[in-house]
C-alpha cells in the first residue's frame, strides 16, 4: 500500500484597486459571512494566471487582467486540535473592466463590494482569512513581482474553461 503523499491546497487571488478602493466579495462559509478577496482554487490542467483570471471572473463578474505577483502565501487553518488545512495562495494584483451585467456570481457569493484600506481594516472579524488585509498590505507596500517569474511548464489538459464574456444561452 502507498502511504498518502500530503499537499497543500493551491489558491489565487486578485487584488484590483480603482480609485483607492478594492474588489472584495462577500461570501457565505462554515463560519457566516465572510470578506475574501477574488479567490479560489486552481483547477488541474491550468495555469496560475488562467485560475485567477477564472476565479475573479467567476466571483465577480469582472473581466481581469493579471500585472504582477504581490506575493505566495503558506498558511494553515483549523483548531490546534485537528489537522486543518494547509493552503497556498498565490496573490496577484492587475486591472479589471466592467462586470458583465448579465454573468451570475458563483453560488456562495452574495455581492461585490468596493472597500477602502480602512474599511477593511476596521473589520478584520469579517475577513475569511488573515490573508486577506495581509495581501492588501504588501500590495500597498509595492511589492510585486514581475509576472515572467511565474512558469508553467508541461501544464495538462484542462477540466474547465471560462470565456471572459457574458454567458451565452446555453
Not at 22 to 28: A, I, N, P, Q, R
Not at 45 to 56: F, I, K, S
Request: net charge negative; charged share 25%.
Amino acid at each position: 500500500m502507498k502511504p498518502e503523499t500530503w499537499a497543500p491546497h493551491v489558491t489565487v487571488a486578485a487584488i484590483v484597486e480603482r480609485d483607492g478602493r478594492f474588489l472584495v466579495v462577500e461570501e457565505h462559509t462554515a463560519d457566516g459571512l465572510r470578506l475574501n478577496q477574488p479567490a479560489g482554487h486552481l483547477e488541474a490542467g491550468e495555469t496560475l494566471l488562467d485560475a485567477v483570471v477564472r476565479e475573479t471572473l467567476e466571483e465577480t463578474a469582472h473581466p481581469f487582467a493579471p500585472e504582477a505577483l504581490v506575493g505566495v502565501y503558506m498558511a494553515h487553518f483549523g483548531r490546534p486540535d485537528s489537522d486543518g488545512a494547509t493552503y497556498l495562495r498565490f496573490t496577484f494584483c492587475g486591472t479589471s473592466g466592467a462586470a458583465f451585467a448579465e454573468r451570475a456570481l458563483d453560488p456562495d457569493i452574495v455581492r461585490t463590494l468596493w472597500l477602502t484600506a480602512d474599511e477593511l481594516r476596521a473589520c478584520p472579524e469579517r475577513h475569511r482569512t488573515p490573508l486577506v488585509m495581509r495581501c492588501v498590505d504588501d500590495y500597498l507596500a509595492g511589492r510585486r513581482v514581475p509576472l515572467d517569474f511565474v512558469h508553467a511548464h508541461s501544464v495538462g489538459p484542462k477540466t474547465s474553461s471560462v470565456r471572459a464574456g457574458p454567458p451565452q444561452a446555453r
